[in-house]
T-cell receptor, first 115, second 111 residues
Framework: GAGVSQSPSNKVTEKGKDVELRCDPI?????LYWYRQSLGQGLEFLIY????????KSGLPSDRFSAERTGGSVSTLTIQRTQQEDSAVYLC?????????????FGPGTRLTVL | QKEVEQNSGPLSVPEGAIASLNCTYS??????FFWYRQYSGKSPELIMS????GDKEDGRFTAQLNKASQYVSLLIRDSQPSDSATYLC???????????FGSGTRLSIRP
């Protein structure tokens, strides 16, 4: 079946512009995760959506970052007024159930470059 | 202390030998632990999960968990060149809706 998809695969933007990254999870998966991975680094957890519950936004790096998940499916991560330090690969993952028990399936990522 | 710590490596192991990857975590009440493998330029994929103290085996892979010592490890037997990758330890935190990944250990299997 179809895996997690993300778009765009690559995004180059100018400092100060807003960007929107999209994630389509595996159908039926209730949990969705966003991570950021800078070059040669581990995964930095950003936010987790579980079903219809309000997410804990404390992992978002700054108030320039926001995320939403509509209808329990597609999610968008928005970065306002991008900065050069925002350059990274943004990974989305989904799991059938919650983070404590279920395998996360990762999308291919969006590579964001801020000039 | 980092929430999840791993040696960054690189760890170089001869083909056919056992590779041992280690991870320590700070949340004393975490209940589940995951090992992911990430090939260069690719996304992570699950190798093993473990929830109880002791060993869990799956083919050439064995995960070991010691909650008292807050330590989880991954052993790879009969290492193959295709095992060369970065291995990430992941720990969901029981007190918060977050999952912390270690920075990963880069493993290189030399023929």
């Amino acid at each position: 079946g179809a895996g997690v998809s993300q778009s765009p695969s690559n995004k180059v933007t100018e400092k100060g512009k807003d960007v929107e990254l999209r994630c389509d999870p595996i159908s039926g998966h209730t949990a969705l995760y966003w991570y950021r991975q800078s070059l040669g680094q581990g995964l930095e957890f950003l936010i987790y959506f579980q079903g219809n519950s309000a997410p804990d936004k404390s992992g978002l790096p700054s108030d320039r970052f926001s995320a939403e998940r509509t209808g329990g499916s597609v999610s968008t991560l928005t970065i306002q007024r991008t900065q050069q330090e925002d350059s990274a690969v943004y990974l989305c993952a989904s799991s059938l159930g919650g983070m404590h028990t279920d395998t996360q399936y990762f999308g291919p990522g969006t590579r964001l470059t801020v000039l | 202390q980092k929430e999840v710590e791993q040696n960054s490596g690189p760890l170089s192991v001869p083909e056919g030998a056992i590779a041992s990857l280690n991870c320590t975590y700070s949340d004393r009440v975490s209940q589940s632990f995951f090992w992911y493998r990430q090939y260069s330029g690719k996304s992570p994929e699950l190798i093993m999960s473990i929830y109880s103290n002791g060993d869990k085996e799956d083919g050439r892979f064995t995960a070991q968990l010691n909650k008292a010592s807050q330590y989880v490890s991954l052993l790879i037997r009969d290492s193959q060149p295709s095992d060369s990758a970065t291995y990430l330890c992941a720990v969901p935190y029981s007190s918060a809706s977050k999952i912390i990944f270690g920075s990963g250990t880069r493993l290189s299997i030399r023929p």
